[in-house]
Nanobody
Framework: QVQLVESGGGLVQAGGSLRLSCAASGRTFSSYAMSWFRQAPGKEREFVAAITWPSGNTYYADFVKGRFTISRGNAKNTVYLQMNSLKPEDTAIYYC??????????????????WGQGTQVTVSS
């Protein structure tokens, strides 16, 4: 059984920073891509950022480019999201997701195999 556990969410003022972490566990875990999605109240879940193995290619939603950075840890089962210059509209539950096999569409939510429970990020104005 694969589990993804997010951490690092919290309350921050506009302009501040947070670093989210996602750790995957499971004897059979392997991943082509790990990504972050978010869901604000009353809205659909949306893509934020993705990173692939082994190339390390990264992908970002337009609304976070230049502010957020996705990276992976030394272990293949860890991914981070550094969030800077946070805005109130970034308030959402942030979810980590993993896809086992190659895809040329890493931004698509429905292609991911495993999901974490989410971590709340609240940005006050």
């Amino acid at each position: 059984q694969v589990q993804l556990v997010e951490s690092g969410g919290g309350l921050v003022q506009a302009g501040g920073s947070l670093r989210l972490s996602c750790a995957a566990s499971g004897r059979t875990f392997s991943s082509y891509a790990m990504s972050w999605f978010r869901q604000a109240p009353g809205k659909e879940r949306e893509f934020v950022a993705a990173i692939t193995w082994p190339s390390g290619n990264t992908y970002y939603a337009d609304f976070v480019k230049g502010r957020f950075t996705i990276s992976r840890g030394n272990a293949k089962n860890t991914v981070y999201l550094q969030m800077n210059s946070l805005k109130p509209e970034d308030t959402a539950i942030y979810y980590c997701a993993s896809r086992k096999y190659y895809t040329d569409r890493p931004l698509e939510l429905n292609l991911y195999d495993y999901w974490g429970q989410g971590t709340q990020v609240t940005v006050s104005s």
